[in-house]
């Protein structure tokens, strides 16, 4: 572009003004700077764009041609600039959730499900992982927040908040009591007897319940080890066996009475599930999504309904 914009704003003004008096006054320079501005554009050009009478301006043949020009060019301009005043106040951003299966369907499904509609620009990126691996995650800042057991977390940079406690049980289908029944008449042992359902190795859980079978002195005959809650859920009602599960997560199967609970002898202790995030990793995304959970207790509203 050889000649200034400056030029070209000077001549679209008063082109579509047809007056140079007007045109000073919307671009706050003097009546002379706009003629000299007109002039140096017009021998620049070599081509004359207005033809002066003495009622005022008309535009030449040339002149229309670039005053239709120019009108489309700085039509353009002011599009780009509402764009962008647009964008300026819209909220883009990422956040990085992980949690464990079982945890994204009954507690982080409820808060990203608000989140989502106050916040529909930010994109959401979930993993599942085990609790061990999000806390490693989270001290290498790869994740923002993650929904996870108690565990036993020495990070001193990961702050982990309680959201509600969960207690544990063992669970299995009438079908699969009434057959345990008749092959083990008189001995109705169910661990040392019975096909006992449990998470992986990898899991927190089944760290937890490792645990106290050591504590309790009890040797399961036979471990079936399955990677996810959901299934072993779905093995135990199929009358597969007996399914070590989180009772809040199963009350539904509970009540409808496709599981039912195995007596035990021992107890159990309470466990923590929670979020956990990275202190020295906040954004405005987490800190928006913390102001959620904090205003929702979706355990609470499950008991109360």
Do not use: W
Request: hydrophobic letters at 35%; proline letters at 2%.
């Amino acid at each position: 572009m050889q000649q200034s914009l400056t030029q070209y704003k000077t001549f679209y003004e008063v082109a579509k003004s047809e007056n140079v008096s007007k045109a000073s006054r919307i671009l706050l320079i003097s009546q002379p700077a706009v003629s000299k501005s007109i002039k140096k554009l017009e021998d620049s050009l070599g081509v004359k764009l207005f033809d002066r009478t003495t009622v005022g301006l008309n535009l030449t043949s040339e002149g229309k041609l670039l005053y239709e020009h120019l009108t489309t060019a700085f039509n353009h301009i002011n599009d780009a600039e509402l764009k962008l005043k647009t964008f300026s106040n819209i909220n883009f951003g990422h956040l990085r959730i992980a949690a464990s299966q079982s945890l994204v369907k009954h507690l982080l499904m409820s808060y990203i499900n608000i989140y989502a509609r106050e916040y529909p620009n930010i994109r959401l990126s979930v993993t599942t992982m085990h609790t061990n691996k999000c806390y490693e995650k989270l001290t290498e800042k790869k994740i923002d927040i993650a929904f996870l057991h108690k565990g036993d977390n020495n990070y001193k940079e990961v702050e982990y908040v309680p959201l509600s406690d969960i207690h544990y049980c063992f669970v299995a289908s009438k079908d699969y009591i009434s057959y345990f029944s008749k092959v083990f008449p008189n001995d109705q042992d169910y661990f040392a007897n019975g096909n006992i359902l449990l998470l992986d190795k990898k899991n927190t859980t089944r760290d937890i319940i490792d645990k106290i079978f050591e504590n309790n002195k009890i040797i399961p005959r036979q471990i079936m080890e399955v990677n996810n809650t959901e299934s072993m859920v779905d093995f135990a009602k199929n009358g597969v066996g007996i399914a070590c599960v989180i009772e809040e997560f199963v009350q539904d199967e509970l009540d409808s009475k496709q599981l039912v609970r195995i007596p035990i002898k021992f107890k159990i202790p309470k466990h923590s599930v929670g979020y956990a995030f990275n202190k020295t990793n906040m954004s405005k995304e987490l800190s928006d999504f913390l102001a959620v959970i904090n205003g929702e207790n979706v355990f609470k509203d499950k008991k109360n309904n």
